[in-house]
Every structure is written in C-alpha cells, then in structure tokens.
C-alpha cells in the first residue's frame, strides 16, 4: 500500500473547485461558509528573559510571585475578585456552547464537502446523536489538558521560585524556564495533534458508520498505531499548507493597506473567504483517509465526482 500526500490533496482541491467555481454560486458559498464557521469554531485548529532585581525590562521576582500578589490583590479586592469570577464563569459558559455547536458543524460541513451539496437544516438534525457525542469527548479532553497544564504550570512555578530562592544569580533560571517552556510547547502540541487526529478521521469515520466517538476512535485507533508516521507526515503536511495560507493572508492584509485584515477578522465572513481552504482541507482529509482501505471509503463510489450541487437550507 503505497500512501501518498499530493495526489489525495490535488483530488481534494479539485473537489473544491468543482463544488464552489462550476458553476460560482454564491448563495452556495454563503451556506457552506456557515457550515465551515461552525464546524472551526474550537479549531486552534518567547522564551524567557531575564532581568535584575534592581533594574532591567524583566524582574523574575515580579514574574515568579505573580501568582501569590494577584491572589493578595483579589483578596483585597472582593468586588472586583467576584466580577472577575463571574466573567471567566460566563465565558466557560459560551465555551461549552461554541462547543456544541462546532461539534454539531463538524458534520454538517462534512456532510457538504462529501456530496458536494449545501445544506444547514438536514444535516444539524441528521447527525445529532453523533455531533453530541463528539462534544461529550471533545469537552472532556479540553477538561484533561486543562489540567495537565494547570497542574504543569503549578509546578514549574514552584521549581523556579524555589531555583530562584536559593541560587545566587538570576542566569541560573534561564536554562530551566527554557526547558519548562519547551516542554508547555510540547503538551500543546500534543494535544493539538490528537484534536486534528479526532477532527480529521474519527469524524469521517464516525458519519460513515453512523456510531459514537468512543466506539470510532477504537477503529481508528488500530489503524492510527500501524501507521503513526503516515499520520505524523499527514499533521506536518497540513501545518505547511496552513503556513502558506497564513502568508498569503498577510500578504493580501498589507497590500490592501490593512483592509484586508479587517475582513479576516470577521469570524464569519472570513470563513466564507476562505472557503476554498477548509473545503480543500476537509476534502483532502478524507481522500488521505480513503487511501487506507475500502472500510474508510467516505466519499459515494458510484460516480467519479461529487454528486450533488444541490443548494438549499432545509
């Protein structure tokens, strides 16, 4: 089995030209575009410096007992420690909504890109079993890396104060607080690489067999093991391709003297501008997929090119 990176991708892009240029339909543009805002809504998806204690831009102490002063200021401050408690609870609120609602659009952008159709109302009620399973597990592992993290935090700031107390010399903290960060770097990207594992193929596999999170990532899981390379290859492929387009943006916001980053900024507008990569991405996804066996065909085999063009919102 020979599995390739370029051929599934330039399949998945000429889906997407097929599906959004022929014909240009920009009714159609504005549906999927709505499907592909929800669907990345919880998609995400320096090292230190030292200072003095008597001077410089940085003052590790103020840096290292940071935690401890806005504890003492918030308990001096009960008004404003309950205002702020209020606002994170609110936005943990929103958080878990935003939640939802990206897990229920994952499958309704899927659903578009694989019958290359625009529908919002069909699928949001079709796959609702499967998008609230999705956000059941897509919460609990944002709660586990929260606290991994958290806990990490914790500890490497205790290690530091601690370094900080009883050596002579703020040089001393550099080496370990690099070495902290770098290894904060590597929970993120850890994380960040089983959120793309999840988003990209245990959905796919989850809306072809119409079966829960849990029971789509043990068949991934057998097949992710025996392939980990291919898969580590598939993240780095895709990181490139996303460097591209971050470049282009920029290139794009400065050459429309900032104009054009105002547009990028609108949550909705700029996934309907950018509609031909998250078409592209998630067509790709899936033909990279499909390359590993006839079990993880998405895709209707009964013609050679998307179905459907069909536009609607029921």
Request: aromatic content about 16%; glycine content about 8%; hydrophobic content about 55%.
């Amino acid at each position: 089995m020979t599995i390739q990176y370029v051929e599934p991708f330039s399949r998945g892009f000429a889906r997407m030209k097929k599906a959004l240029f022929n014909p240009f339909d920009l009714k159609k543009w504005f549906v999927v575009g709505f499907t592909a805002f929800l669907s990345g809504l919880t998609d995400f998806h320096g090292g230190a410096d030292s200072g003095r204690k008597d001077g410089g831009m940085v003052h590790w102490e103020d840096v290292l007992y940071f935690p401890q002063k806005a504890a003492e200021w918030l308990t001096e401050n009960p008004g404003w420690a309950i205002l702020i408690a209020f606002g994170v609870f609110l936005i943990l609120i929103l958080g878990v909504f935003v939640a939802w609602w990206s897990s229920r659009g994952k499958f309704m952008f899927l659903d578009n890109v694989v019958h290359d159709r625009s529908q919002v109302r069909a699928p949001w009620n079709e796959y609702r079993v499967e998008g609230n399973s999705l956000f059941l597990v897509s919460l609990s592992l944002a709660a586990i890396v929260l606290v991994i993290v958290t806990g990490y935090v914790i500890q490497c700031f205790t290690a530091l104060q601690g370094l900080y107390e009883g050596v002579e010399g703020e040089k001393a903290l550099i080496v370990p607080a690099i070495l902290m960060l770098l290894g904060l770097i590597a929970i993120f990207l850890l994380s960040g690489f089983i959120s793309l594992l999840l988003r990209d193929f245990v959905v796919p596999i989850m809306y072809r067999y119409r079966i829960t999170t849990l029971k789509a990532v043990g068949k991934f899981f057998t097949l992710l093991m025996s392939r980990l390379l291919y898969f580590v290859g598939y993240a780095l492929f895709t990181f490139v391709i996303l460097l591209v387009v971050v470049i282009a943006i920029v290139i794009v916001g400065f050459a429309t003297c900032c104009v054009g980053f105002l547009l990028f900024a609108l949550p909705y507008i700029s996934a309907v501008v950018l509609l031909p990569v998250s078409y592209t991405l998630r067509a790709f996804s899936v033909e990279f997929l499909e390359q590993f066996g006839p079990e993880y065909h998405i895709f209707p085999r009964e013609s050679a090119t998307p179905a459907s063009t069909e536009t609607t919102i029921a």
